[in-house]
């Protein structure tokens, strides 16, 4: 009879867990499908690229695999000048983003101005290619593909671009060091207005994964932090030594991502540089050290121009 009971108690426990797991995974992500895409969350796919975190393309959360957004202030075809414009370069073999991939990620009319429009349906993954978000006359955003509707192709839209940002590398180093168990990428509808921004729309999140939401927060939000601090020697300074911009910072310091050398191939010496800041603490010096300038391919790059894409 307990046996019996026993089983009856596990077949009823897991009803219930499969129940709730259907309520709080499943429902919401059908409800999320079946929202268009906004213009941001076309912005974020071809920034991310295709699933950021562990998978079988970067097991150790490298940031591999992963596009360059660039920004444009010349036609990579044809030199001639143009408004500034944000460009997404996936080189040969760089896995697109799921709206790229699969039908029923951006939402119909988005998906369609995206085919007939942006002739994604071209694209390659083995031969890569250059991406923009553009939109129709009623203001529906769509992806297009530039390498075919504009003639842009990768190596050229690298070598006429202004500025390269790494930020869809950078978010894997923002998941792997575990920004986001402090940090939120989502303001809430209440005070966050005023300090944070806008809070997102549903849309915002198509094709995105993970969302890094975050679980608690215990600094600042961080989803238009680009906007409110754009200064990329602040970012330096307080991704190194969060207390030289903040003396009560409780963030930990994250120099080791500079690695060895700083962006000019000089070696990086730790040990002398927290030397001479303890020296600088304890009013020996005037200044504190000087903070290397990360590597153009250093992991510390790659995470500052994720937060500075933020916006």
């Known amino acids: 009879m307990a046996f019996r009971e026993y089983r009856i108690g596990c077949i009823m426990f897991g009803i219930a867990l499969s129940l709730s797991m259907f309520i709080t995974v499943i429902l919401p992500g059908l409800d999320i499908s079946s929202r268009s895409s906004t213009k941001a969350a076309l912005e974020k796919q071809l920034t991310y690229g295709w699933e950021t975190g562990f998978n079988y393309y970067d097991p150790f959360l490298q940031g591999k695999d992963k596009p360059i957004k660039v920004t444009l202030t ?7 000048a143009i408004d500034k414009t944000d460009a997404y370069v996936f080189p040969a073999g760089t896995h697109f983003p799921s709206g ?6 951006l939402g119909d009319a988005v998906q369609k101005a995206s085919v007939d429009l942006g002739k994604v349906g071209l694209a390659d993954e083995t031969k890569g290619g250059v991406f923009v978000v553009s939109s129709t006359a009623n203001d529906t955003p769509y992806i297009e593909y530039a390498t075919a509707t504009k003639g842009w192709n990768v190596d050229a839209t690298l070598k006429a671009a202004d500025e390269q940002f790494l930020a869809g590398s950078g978010k894997t ?8 168990w402090c940090h939120t990428l989502l303001p ?11 809070p997102p729309l549903v849309g915002d999140f198509n094709g995105e994964s993970p969302t890094t939401f975050g679980s608690d927060r215990k600094a600042p939000d961080l989803l238009h932090v680009g906007s409110r ?17 903040q003396p009560h910072s409780i963030m930990p310091r994250y120099d080791y991502l500079w690695g060895d050398v700083d962006i000019d191939g000089k070696p990086i010496d730790l040990a002398a540089w927290d030397e001479h800041y303890l020296e600088y603490a304890e009013g020996a010096h005037v200044y504190p050290p000087e903070v290397p300038i990360p590597a153009a ?7 500052i121009d994720f937060v500075l894409n933020l916006k």
């Open 188 to 198: 809430e509808q209440t005070q966050d207005w005023q300090s944070f921004g806008r």
């Open 173 to 180: 180093m923002f998941v792997r060091e575990g920004c986001w």
């Open 229 to 245: 601090n754009s200064s990329r020697e602040w970012m330096v300074m307080h991704f190194f030594n969060p207390r030289l911009v």
């Open 100 to 105: 790229l991939t699969h039908d029923n990620i």
């Open 74 to 80: 010349k036609d990579p075809a044809t030199g001639a």
């Open 297 to 303: 391919d250093s992991e510390a790059r790659m995470l």
